[in-house]
C-alpha cells in the first residue's frame, strides 16, 4: 500500500508536467486545428533561457529562494512567450490559408529548426542547473519520501492551471478565444479581432510551455537539447487522451498519463510502461473518440 | 523523356563528384555529433581532427594527404544507417566509429557490403565481432570481459542481493544478461529490469527497485540515466550503492547527479586518458589540450584515436589501400602496436585482445578515482 501511494506521487509530479505542455498543444489546436510540433521545443527553450537568466543574474541570491525562483519563472515566461508569437509569425501565418498538412509539415520543420538552434547555441552537452537552487527537504509523510521540490512543483502547476481556466472561462478574452475556438468565421462577424486571439494563444501557450521547462530544469537539474521532443510526445498524448481542444481534458489527461505510467511500471513491468500507457490511450479512444473530456463531435458538413 | 535524362545526367554527376574529387586518402568517422550522446561523437571528431593534422604535418600517408570525413549517427540506428551509406558513396577506404553498440549493429552490414574496413571504438556488445564479418574490429574491449570484471566487483562488495538495470539497447542488454548468467550461484538477482532511456523521471523505478530491496544495483545504462538515477535516488534517502556499465564512464555523470549524489558510485571502464600510462598518450594529452584548451573527458574519443592510428600503419604497412590486404594485416601481422590506450593486438574476430577492465570510483569531489 506504501509502494502505491508512493507511485502515485510520482506519477502526479510527471503529469503535473504533462499537464501543463499538454495546455500548449490543446489551445493552439482548439483555436487552429493544428498540431504545434515545435511546442516541445518552446519547452526545451524555456529550460536553457532560465539557465542562463538564473546564472547571468543570479536572482535567488538577490531575492533569496522563493521569490527568485518565482521572478526567474515570470522571466522565463515572458521570453518564451515572445519565441512562441515570433514563431507563429515566421511558421504559421503565411500558412494559415494553405492546406492543414502544409502547416503541419512548417511546425515540424520549424521544431527541428529550434532544437539544433538550442544545440548550435548551448551546444551539444547536458546543461544542469545549480544543486541548491531550493532547500533539498524530503518530507517524511507516514512512510512516504516526498522531496519538497516536487510538492512545489506540482502545486506551482494546478496554480497555474487553475488561472488559466478562470482566464478562459470568465474573461472576456477568454471568452473571445472560445468563440474563436467554435467558429472562426462567425466570430470575426462579432467583432473579435481573430489574428490577435490567435497571437494570444502562441503566447500563453508557449509560456506555459517554458514555464514547465524551468520547473524541469530546476527539479531534475539536467537538461538537454533533445528533451523537448520526449516530453512533447508524452505531453501531445496527453492532450488527446483528455480530448484535444479542451483545457480541463489537458490537464486531466496529463495527470491521468503520468499516473498510469508509474503504475503500470509498478505493478506490470517497466520496460513496458510506455506500451500500457499508449494501450490505455488507444482503450479510451476506442470508447471515447473525442477523448475524456472532448465534447465537439465529427464536424457537420 | 528528355528532361528526365538531363535530370539523371544532374544526378549522376552530382553523386559522382565527390568521389572524383578524391585526391587523398579518405577516412570516415561516423559519431554521435547530436543527439543524446553528442559530447562523445564531438570529441571523437576533434581528436581525428588533431591526429590527421598531425599525420599530414609528417607528409601524410603513402605520398598523400589523409582527409577525415565525418557523418553524424545521431546516437540513433536508422540515422547512422544513412550516414554509413552517405560515407560509403564518398569513397572512403575505412571508418572509425561508432559510440553506441545498437548503432554500430546497424550499419555493420552496409560498411562490410561495400568492402570498407569498420573499427568501432565504444561498441562493446558481444554480439557484433560474433557474425564473422572481416572486416569489423572495434579497439573497445567487450563485454563478456566486462561483465567478469563487474561481477568480480560485486562480489568483493560482499553483496548477496544483487538488482539489474538496463536499458535495453544492444550494449545495455547485452551486459545485464552476461552479468545475470555470470552471477548464477554466487548471488541472488531480485530485479532485472530495464527502463526507457531519454525520459528524466525515474522515481517510479527507484520505487519499485527499493521494493526489491537489493544490496547493490548493477546499472549497465548510459551516463545521462545513470545521472539522474543517482540524483533521485539520493533524493529518496536510499542509500544503496550503485554500480556502473562502462557507458557511465563519463564526467557528465557527475554534472547531472551532483557530487553528494555521486560519491561512492563505482563503474568499469578501460582507464581514463588521465590514467593512460604510456608517454605516447601523454604527449598526445597535452598536444590536445594545447588545441583545444582542456582535456579529452571520454575515453571512447581516445580510442576512435588508437582506430584512427591504428589503419594510418596498417595502410602504411601495406603500402596499399586495398581493404582485403589491410584487414588481412589487421588480422594476423598486426601485434602489439603501441596504442595510447596500451598494446593493441585483434583476434581472427576483429576484437581488440589484452586490454581488461579497471574497476574506478568517484569521490566526494566528483572525481573517477582508479581502484587498485
Known sequence: ?301 | MKRTLWGALALSLLLAGPVMAADGIKIGLMGPMTGSWASEGQEMKQVLDLLAKAVNDQGGLLGKPVVVVSEDDGGDPRTAALAAQRLATQGVVAVVGTYGSAVSEATQNIYNEAKIIQIANGSTAIRLSEKGLKYFFRTCPRDDEQGRVAVQAIEKMGAKKVAILHDNTTYAKGLADEAKSLLAGKAEVVFFEALTPKEQDYTAILTKLKAAAPEVVFFTGYYPEGGLLLRQKMEMNWPVPFIGGDATNNPDLVKIAGNKACAGFRFLSAPLPKDLPSEGAKSFLSQFQTQYGSQPSSIYAVLAGDGFRVLCEAIKAVGSTDPDKVAAYLHKDFKNFPGLTGAISFNEKGDRVGEVYRVYQVDAAGNFILQP
Not at chain 1, 508569437?85 to 500558412?95: D, F, I
Open chain 1, 1 to 301: 500500500m506504501e509502494q502505491f501511494f508512493q507511485q502515485l506521487t510520482n506519477g502526479l509530479a510527471v503529469g503535473g508536467i504533462y499537464a501543463l505542455i499538454a495546455l500548449g498543444y490543446t489551445m493552439v489546436y482548439g483555436v487552429l486545428k493544428l498540431i504545434n510540433f515545435a511546442h516541445g521545443d518552446l519547452f526545451t527553450i524555456g529550460a536553457y533561457l532560465g539557465l542562463t537568466l538564473l546564472t547571468s543574474l543570479s536572482l535567488t541570491d538577490r531575492l533569496g529562494p522563493f521569490w527568485g525562483v518565482v521572478a526567474l519563472a515570470a522571466m522565463a515566461m515572458g521570453l518564451v512567450a515572445l519565441v512562441g508569437a515570433l514563431l507563429e509569425r515566421v511558421a504559421y501565418r503565411p500558412l494559415r490559408e494553405s492546406p492543414r498538412l502544409s502547416a503541419v509539415v512548417s511546425a515540424l520543420g520549424a521544431s527541428i529548426f529550434l532544437s539544433n538552434a538550442v544545440m548550435l547555441i548551448y551546444g551539444a552537452r547536458f546543461h544542469v542547473y545549480p544543486q541548491d537552487l531550493l532547500p533539498k527537504i524530503t518530507l517524511d509523510l507516514f512512510g512516504l519520501q516526498l522531496p519538497l521540490v516536487r510538492v512545489l512543483i506540482l502545486a506551482a502547476s494546478l496554480v497555474m492551471m487553475t488561472a488559466l481556466y478562470l482566464f478562459i472561462q470568465k474573461t472576456r478574452i477568454g471568452t473571445a478565444i472560445r468563440a474563436a475556438a467554435i467558429d472562426q468565421g462567425a466570430a470575426r462577424l462579432m467583432g473579435i479581432d481573430v489574428d490577435r486571439v490567435i497571437l494570444l494563444v502562441f503566447l500563453i501557450g508557449p509560456a506555459l510551455g517554458g514555464v514547465a521547462g524551468v520547473m524541469v530544469g530546476i527539479y531534475y537539474g539536467q537538461i538537454n537539447f533533445t528533451m523537448g521532443w520526449t516530453y512533447g510526445l508524452k505531453a501531445f498524448t496527453a492532450a488527446i487522451l483528455g480530448g484535444i481542444g479542451n483545457i480541463p481534458g489537458a490537464m486531466v489527461g496529463g495527470l491521468l498519463l503520468g499516473v498510469i505510467e508509474a503504475m503500470g511500471a509498478a505493478y506490470i513491468s517497466i520496460a513496458w510502461k510506455d506500451a500500457i500507457a499508449f494501450c490505455i490511450l488507444i482503450a479510451i479512444l476506442i470508447v471515447r473518440p473525442t477523448g475524456l473530456l472532448g465534447e465537439r463531435v465529427a464536424e457537420k458538413v
